[in-house]
């Protein structure tokens, strides 16, 4: 069974950065396309980016376009969302998902992911 555990969020200032780590256990991520959401408080889970299993990705906010990149390493078994020039809406928790289904990463992609971490928050505030 896969298990995803993200690592790497905290509060910073606006305008910072901080890079969000999805860590993989119980089988290998190079099967998967892996999704980065986020939940801010009162508001739905939304797809921030995506990266397929051939490690083409996908931006699902256009917010985070420019400013949001999403890496995988197959070797260490990791998928990263590094985030730039952080806005106080870009505050909530973060979520990685993992799946296998055929385009997992196309379009409202929240109901083909089949492995969910716990999350980790980000606050961005002065």
């Known amino acids: 069974q896969l298990q995803l555990v993200e690592s790497g969020g905290g509060l910073v200032q606006p305008g910072g950065s901080l890079r969000l780590s999805c860590a993989a256990s119980?089988?290998?991520?190079?099967?998967?396309?892996i999704g980065w959401f986020r939940q801010a408080p009162g508001k739905e889970r939304e797809g921030v980016s995506c990266i397929s299993r051939w490690g083409v990705y996908t931006n699902k906010a256009d917010s985070v376009k420019g400013r949001f990149t999403i890496s995988r390493d197959n070797a260490k078994n990791t998928v990263y969302l590094q985030m730039n020039s952080l806005k106080p809406e870009d505050t909530g928790v973060y979520y990685c998902a993992a799946s296998v289904r055929p385009n997992a990463c196309v379009g409202d992609n929240r109901l083909l992911m089949q492995f969910w971490g716990q999350g980790t928050q980000v606050t961005v505030s002065s």
């Open positions: 119980g089988s290998t991520l190079d099967s998967y396309a």
